[in-house]
């Protein structure tokens, strides 16, 4: 069973950036397609970003133009970069590996306004 861990979360002003990680216990090369989520107080937790094997990624219609997400086999690291964050944008962040329904244990964004 991979483990995830993310990083990179914390308290950040409207209209700044903040670079989340999630680093993987095991190799990513063959794993596949990998996911963010996010989960607001009260609120479903929502697909943010997606990447396959082969690179192509999606984003959710909130995110779009905001969000990148991107992935560095290497490092056995996924990241998602957000830019121009908004209040809206507070929750908890996950990364998920589909294949292996595997989950990370979550890191805080907090976008004050």
């Known amino acids: 069973q991979v483990q995830l861990v993310e990083s990179g979360g914390g308290l950040v002003q409207a209209g700044g950036s903040l670079r989340l990680s999630c680093r993987a216990s095991?190799?990513?090369?063959?794993?596949?397609?990998w996911r963010w989520y996010r989960q607001a107080p009260g609120k479903q937790r929502e697909l943010v970003a997606a990447?396959?094997?082969?690179?192509?990624?999606n984003y959710g219609d909130s995110v779009k133009g905001r969000f990148t997400i991107s992935r560095d086999n290497a490092k056995k690291t996924v990241f998602l970069q957000m830019n121009s964050v908004k209040p809206e944008d507070t929750a908890v962040y996950y990364c998920?590996?589909?294949?292996?329904?595997?989950w990370g244990q979550g890191t805080q964004v907090i976008v004050s306004s």
């Open positions: 998920h590996v589909p294949l292996l329904n595997s």
């Open positions: 095991t190799s990513i090369f063959s794993i596949g397609a």
């Open positions: 990447i396959d094997g082969d690179g192509t990624t």
